[in-house]
């Protein structure tokens, strides 16, 4: 295979050897604290690393909330939110817990314009979601208003999402859906009030429709708080006709 007029192996030896030029006149830092790093490590230190708080086992299936032995023994695999009010979408996978260092990670490319935060993020996320990760899905970010988009420049799980979906080889549809209005700052809602905020908030974008149909649907995020907002994608989602929607976030939010 070539690429342009350059034998495909070719290209990519160059590129290696233009990344070890780069990585040898400026060495690798840490994106949480700064200090040097090893070419080829997760982009973080050790020390930044073992501040992570990783999303182990047991935890909810559906909703990615960590579980005691005792609420397995009891419901199996499900948190108490999600067997009384079951979210529209099936599975949900998430690689940390929001606080510390993911806090940090998530905040500065969600609004310091870290934008190289994203290919770490998605590693870990690749990680967590590896069993929900199968050949025939399809990769959809969760939109931002396109106020959002102009005042940013970028959407952080767009850019997430676009390095999963490279990295793993399955197809990627980065303005699949639409976010048709733009709604006050959600973070001092309850969760009554962000479910109600949401609502009819996101439509699939009807230029991807067919494309969308009849497809199993990952949903991509950097933060599951209520679910409101990936509730009100799986919906438009599931109205157009897609087999399954699953999520994948890059933190869960514990605590409301």
Not at 51 to 75: G, I, M, N, S, Y
Not at 166 to 187: D, I, S
Not at 218 to 226: E, H
């Amino acid at each position: 295979m070539w690429e342009g007029d350059v034998p495909a192996g070719l290209a990519r030896w160059g590129r290696q050897c233009g990344r070890n030029v780069l990585d040898w006149l400026l060495p690798p830092s840490c994106l949480s604290c700064g200090c040097e790093i090893a070419p080829g490590s997760a982009g973080v230190c050790g020390a930044c690393f073992n501040a992570l708080r990783f999303v182990h086992p047991p935890f909810c299936d559906v909703c990615a909330l960590p579980l005691t032995q005792d609420e397995v023994a009891e419901r199996g695999w499900l948190c108490e939110t999600c067997e009384i009010r079951p979210p529209l979408w099936r599975k949900g996978r998430s690689a940390f817990l929001y606080e510390g260092q993911a806090r940090q990670l998530i905040m500065g490319l969600k609004y310091g314009s870290k934008t190289e935060h994203a290919a770490t993020l998605a590693r870990f996320m690749t990680t967590a979601g590896a069993d929900i990760l199968k050949p025939d899905t399809v990769l959809v970010p969760v939109p931002v208003h396109r106020w959002r988009l102009w005042t940013r420049g970028y959407n952080q799980a767009a850019l997430i999402s676009r390095v999963i979906a490279r990295k793993q080889g399955l197809a990627h549809c980065p303005n699949g859906l639409k976010r048709q209005f733009r709604t006050e700052a959600l973070a001092h809602l309850s969760r009554h009030g962000r479910h109600h905020q949401l609502a009819g908030a996101m439509t699939v974008n009807p230029r991807h429709s067919e494309f969308l149909q009849g497809r199993s649907v990952i949903l991509v995020d950097d933060i599951l708080t209520t679910g409101a907002t990936l509730g009100s994608c799986a919906k438009a989602l599931l109205e157009i006709g897609c087999v399954s929607v699953d999520i994948l976030v890059a933190a869960r939010v514990t605590l409301l």
